[in-house]
């Protein structure tokens, strides 16, 4: 069995370690076009620990960092309302948000 390691910049919320599996209930409201959304495409994002525990994301945008790839700042620009729609999300669906809303560089390996 090979691993795959993916590197992606990540803009969004860490939710707390000890909150369950949220997908369907984020589904839901997507499918409902709940105006907290505002039309972001807010997504879970799990990272896959390997031999840590899994950290889960809710995530509003992520850029693949491939290989011998470099991203500019700019590339990470970020909508001026990305941070109350992850903050509104959260309330609604009743997460514990582990961090601020913000950019994470994450090493997912699987």
Request: charged letters at 20%; hydrophobic letters at 45%; glycine letters at 8%.
């Amino acid at each position: 069995m090979s691993l795959s390691h993916d590197v992606y910049a990540l803009y969004g919320v860490r939710i707390a370690a000890t909150e369950g599996d949220f997908y369907d209930a984020l589904a839901t409201m997507q499918s409902a076009r709940h105006p907290y959304l505002a039309g972001e495409p807010v997504a879970q994002f799990v990272v896959d620990g390997g031999t840590k525990p899994d950290e889960t994301f809710l995530s509003i945008r992520s850029v693949d960092v491939g290989p011998c790839t470099s991203l500019s700042v700019d590339a990470l620009a970020t909508g001026a309302h990305w941070a109350d729609v992850l903050r509104n999300i959260c309330a609604h669906l009743d997460l514990e948000q582990a961090s601020e809303p913000g950019w994470f560089l994450v090493h997912d390996w699987s």
